[in-house]
């Protein structure tokens, strides 16, 4: 588990000053005119539990990666504190330091960072390599990340010969073998195009159901964030502004801010089937399909497209909890409201549920 | 210094320079292999082989020296930034300095002859070493050295298997530099009777010898060249390797 409190990371030399005045409360932008110094992280907080996946996301420059690196203290933040797995990281010496990121972490760089000078397969042996594993069972590992990420008969090229999407499925498989707990993964699949990119994805989901890594993923994607699957946390100026799933935070955007963010996201493959069921509503008779509540919307669509017109949802334990009509399906990609019909009088104001209310909120 | 050059006045010269051009093709490419055979073979043909071969040994054990001395001190001005300050006007002085100064102190020390000479060429020829060590390493990305600490390497490691091989390029030019450097005092180390084609040189000039002051001088050239072109290509070969 990794939990962070209070971290605070600026940039530049009068470090103290732009800490006081920061604590103080003046403005970033006040701070940078006044001392020169960039403040990346204000304040963050983060919490991510054993074997769960939490993509960090916002635009340029909003501290993303810095964050990251505090987490293995690539970066030292200037105040704050992070425990991971229930050591305190800060208080660590350098040995321990070196230790604990041989064992824990796994990193994957926005900017690849391979080694020009050794083969692929010497690159991706390196986190072995400086454990002290045995040359075999190193290459073992390798070849077997390699594989994993499609690189398989590319073992002795350098990466000067790769081409961009290449390396970073060098640099990932890299982190992969080192076979650490917990992965931190900057812009991981940035330079990957679109129909890897999913594969990978996919591939990266599938990973982490099976060997239950905790992940910290950072992009500026959101439909890759959605994709992944995990928890969000939305960064802006250094500061976290919301934090929860895609689906919460679509529901109810935070800030201005959070709310232009996702004005383009995919909302059929973010909102629930159980969230959009109208639960006052009674199941078609008859041997229709029946959907589950965890389906995204986008995977209901097929179904509802045939059959009659609302189709009834259960939950995990097989028990209907509502129906979900086409007319709801289609305000909720059209991101509007629902309207009250007056040829359905059963669907009283009282009655509605609050899905409807999390679907008008969109806007 | 001696037994060195003795024992390679004491071989036969082609059997020398077939050996020398079949290095150098292995080394650096026939074309280099080539050029080597050809200059030396002129060397030969204009009589020079024998001081040439005292001033290859004082040049080869003069940059061995330097590289000896230069890498290590090279590495620590990267590595501490209080080295650096140190060395820095240390180095700016070295190479500014009339390179005849350094004979100066040699002499009461180790007396006329080769072993002063290599001295004082030592010091005149470190500085592009140290310098180019220090910013080879100085200027290996900071993403990549960032990788390395991220999977837990240890300053050794970090050394030994991320910034040298990233800065082995910029490292080999520095020792061309030296080489080139270290040839260039030859004929100033010959004041203090180091021999070789410096004393060609100067014994040309005392005695207003054109003709063999050329020779000298252009054999000096020849084996420059040589030099240059050599560790040039092996450094080349290095960085693609
Ligand atoms: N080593 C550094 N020295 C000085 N300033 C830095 C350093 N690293 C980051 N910064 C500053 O910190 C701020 C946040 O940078 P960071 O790299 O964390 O952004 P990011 O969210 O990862 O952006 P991107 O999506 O472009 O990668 C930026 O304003 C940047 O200028
Ligand atoms: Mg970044």
Known sequence: MILAEGLRCVFGAREREALSMLRAGESRTAIMERTGTVVALDDVGLRVDEGELLVVMGLSGSGKSTLLRCLNRLVTPSS?????????????????????????????????????????????????????VARRERRRAAEQALDLVGLAGWEDKRPGQLSGGMKQ??????????????????????????????????????????????????????????????????MMDGAIVQDGTAESILAAPATPYVKRFVAHIDVSSVLRVATLADRSATPPRGSWPVLQGDMTLREALPLLAEGPDGLAVQDEAGRTIGVLSRRAALAALARQPLKEEPAWPSLSPASRSPSYATASSIG | MGGLTGALQAAPPLLLIAVAAVLAWRAAGWRLGLLTACGLLFLWDLGLWTPMLATLVLVVLSTLAAVLVGLPLGIAAALSRRVWRLTSPC????????????????????????????????????????RLTALGILQVPHDVTEAA?????????????????????????????????????????????????????????????????CQAGIAIAVLAVILDRVTNAMARRMQAA
Not at chain 1, 87 to 92: K, R
Not at chain 1, 117 to 125: A, D, F, G, K, P
Not at chain 1, 189 to 198: T, V
Not at chain 2, 101 to 129: D, E
């Open chain 1, 80 to 132: 704050g504190s992070i425990r991971v797995a229930g050591q305190d990281v800060m208080a660590m010496g350098s040995r321990e330091l070196r230790r604990f990121r041989r064992r824990t972490f796994g990193m994957v760089f926005q900017h690849f960072a391979l080694l020009a000078h050794r083969t692929v397969l010497q690159n991706v042996e390196f986190g072995l390599e400086i454990q002290g």
């Open chain 2, 91 to 130: 180095l700016d002085l070295m190479q500014t300095m009339p390179s005849f100064v350094y004979l100066i102190p040699a002499i009461p020390f180790f007396g006329l002859g080769a072993v002063s000479a290599c001295f004082a060429t030592v010091v005149f020829a470190a500085p592009p070493t140290v």
């Open chain 1, 169 to 234: 499925r060098a640099g990932l498989a890299r982190a992969l073998a080192a076979d650490a707990s917990i992965l931190l993964m900057d812009e991981a699949f940035g330079a990957l195009d679109p129909l890897i990119r999913h594969d990978m994805q996919a591939e990266l989901v599938a990973l982490q159901r099976r060997l239950r890594k905790t992940i910290v993923f950072v992009s500026h994607d959101l439909d890759e964030a959605v994709a992944l699957g995990g928890r969000i946390a939305l």
């Open chain 2, 149 to 213: 600490d991220a999977f837990g390497c240890t300053a050794w490691q970090k050394l030994v298997k991320v910034q040298l091989p990233n800065a082995l390029p910029t490292i080999m030019a520095g020792i061309n530099q030296t080489i080139m450097l270290a040839l260039s005092m030859v004929v100033i180390a010959a004041m203090i009777g180091a021999g070789g084609l410096g004393r060609e040189v100067w014994t040309a000039i005392q005695r207003l010898e054109t003709g063999r002051g």
